[in-house]
């Protein structure tokens, strides 16, 4: 830290008694008064907060103006008549998306021809696999139950009568 510069940090931090305020509140007002003020501090605070303010000459600063009620209302409905570009292009927008999906809906455009003529495609090949899947469990129960009967025909032809008989 440079030698010539003091450390402000660390020190006690001092606070304005509300005593002392009011004395330099007075002291200001009674300047102003004794200055010619025209206007008094305690009619408007507005006013004040005016006076401390810088004026400067911004030109893009657009001022805020006081507008009555009926003002308001005249605004609008005046404004309702007449659309920006943006706004009429958003209009355009929604209104051609919703025609669209009608068109869609009904299956006039070339995309929901499109997903018709796949979603056809899809419904037959699922249809031949269920065909297949079927023939298939058919055919396995067919030779299950072939094999059942072979063993039950094995089954009576060896173990039915107990077997060969002896000659004596």
Do not use: C
């Not at 030698?3 to 002291?27: D, M, V």
């Not at 009555?68 to 051609?96: P, Y």
């Not at 059942?148 to 039915?160: D, F, P, V």
């Amino acid at each position: 830290m440079p030698r010539g510069k003091k450390n402000l940090k660390g020190r006690a931090k001092k606070f304005t008694s509300p005593e002392e305020l009011e004395s330099q509140r007075l002291q200001e007002q009674n300047w102003r008064s004794n200055n010619g003020s025209d206007s008094s501090d305690d009619d408007s605070s507005s006013e004040d907060e005016k006076d401390d303010v810088i004026q400067t000459n911004n030109p893009n600063h657009v001022k805020n103006k006081e507008k009555k009620l009926s003002q308001l209302d005249d605004l609008t409905t005046a404004g309702t008549g007449e659309l920006s570009r943006r706004e009429r292009e958003e209009i355009a927008k929604q209104e051609a998306a919703r025609r669209y999906q009608k068109l869609h809906a009904e299956g006039k455009t070339d995309e929901a021809r499109a997903d018709l003529a796949r979603l056809a495609i899809v419904r037959k090949q699922r249809e031949e696999a269920a065909r297949k899947r079927e023939e298939e469990k058919k055919e396995r129960e067919s030779r299950q139950s072939a094999a059942k009967e072979a063993s039950l025909s094995a089954i009576k032809n060896k173990g039915g009568g107990g077997g060969r008989k002896k000659r004596k």
